[in-house]
């Protein structure tokens, strides 16, 4: 079996979020939560928990599509600031959100994590905006 | 005047953390807060905000020295979880938090930032850390 078929998506990431695609090393999702436009990247390798388990290159490779997800957010939605991160307290399978930020969204100057309750997209939002981001990010 | 001359470290940051010592892109420092082991990397270059304000060459280093800074923590203190982050909701100045996470500490599953109040160091144990912490940067 290889790495690739071995891992697979933990359920929690999976029932928060919309598929977008895959880029070369992650899986792209959309987070189901309309107070802002956030992805998460999940590398596609089995038993990652952080980052300095991923070897160099694939670290590279990591920093190179959170730099894809960040470009692709700004190009998309309006955006004030980008918020990256890999915490993990909760999920344990290594995944890097990037966030677009906008003054006077919902979790003010605090980070997004537990601010408020997410607000699912509607079905015509999450079409638009899913298919502007996998466009933006090559995925089209 | 090169770029180099004319980088300044946030107040803020500066303020509320101690230097120990620069990494070929970044300034590490120590948050001045014994909840945590916590480092943060500030790139030493002038008007960065988001991560995609560094060049290629950049951005691929900050990885290098993020990766760096997740080892010398793990190796210095008791540590069950990395948290990495790039937020700049109140300082924009480019800085990543590279933070050892304990089961059990303040924060419990949450995010650090505003969980609760700032825990200055004792001094001798702010020397002990900062010490084990530049020797494994290779900062010593």
């Given amino acids: 079996m290889t790495d690739a078929a071995a891992w697979t998506l933990d359920p929690r990431l999976e029932a928060d979020s919309i598929p977008l695609g895959?880029?070369?090393?992650?899986?792209?999702?959309?987070?189901?939560?309309?107070?802002?436009?956030?992805?998460?990247?999940?590398?596609?390798?089995?038993?990652?928990?952080?980052?300095?388990?991923?070897?160099?290159?694939?670290?590279?490779?990591l920093m190179i599509e959170i730099a894809r997800a960040a470009r692709a957010l700004k190009e998309t939605a309006?955006?004030?600031?980008?918020?990256?991160?890999?915490?993990?307290?909760?999920?344990?399978q290594l995944h890097v959100h990037v966030i677009a930020r906008r003054n006077g969204d919902p979790a003010g100057a605090a980070p997004v994590w537990g601010a408020v309750a997410a607000r699912p997209y509607p079905a015509a939002e999450r079409e638009r905006l899913g298919g502007a981001l996998r466009d933006a990010l090559g995925l089209g």
Same sequence: chains 1, 2.
């Fill in 78 to 92: 309006a955006c004030d600031k980008l918020n990256v991160a890999s915490l993990g307290n909760t999920v344990r």
């Fill in 22 to 61: 895959d880029l070369p090393l992650s899986r792209v999702l959309l987070m189901n939560d309309a107070n802002y436009p956030w992805l998460i990247l999940v590398p596609r390798r089995p038993n990652l928990v952080e980052l300095i388990d991923l070897d160099d290159s694939g670290q590279a490779t």
